[in-house]
Nanobody, 115 residues
Framework: VQLVESGGGLVQPGGSLRLSCAAS????????MRWYRQAPGKERELVAA????????NYADSVKGRFTISRDNAKNTVYLQMNNLKAEDTAVYYC?????????WGQGTQVTVSS
């Protein structure tokens, strides 16, 4: 199983980024996928989730209306479109799925929002 995030970087407040998570080693289309983030000194928090077919999504209140999670099951990839970024969105962003109560994580991608 492998989850590889990409797309992070430095962006100014109000800017946008699109994160990608390329998955392999499991039947991607069968699992809910999630994006988490962890800021320095804080616990990891759930940002967004999307069900296996892509028809149902959920978001943390702090990102509703600004972030959009999506997936392409043909490409085994889940995305996080982040708009109107704020300084408080600065964190390492992780892709995740759970199988048999075990959590799988990617290595994370750093997002820094700063002027």
């Amino acid at each position: 199983v492998q989850l590889v995030e990409s797309g992070g970087g430095l962006v100014q407040p109000g800017g946008s980024l699109r994160l990608s998570c390329a998955a392999s080693g499991f039947t991607f289309s069968s699992y809910t996928m999630r994006w988490y983030r962890q800021a320095p000194g804080k616990e990891r928090e759930l940002v967004a989730a999307i069900n296996s077919a892509g028809g149902s999504t959920n978001y943390a209140d702090s990102v509703k209306g600004r972030f959009t999670i999506s997936r392409d099951n043909a490409k085994n990839t889940v995305y996080l479109q982040m708009n109107n970024l704020k300084a408080e969105d600065t964190a390492v962003y992780y892709c995740n799925f759970k199988r048999y109560s075990y959590d799988y994580w990617g290595q994370g991608t750093q997002v820094t929002v700063s002027s």
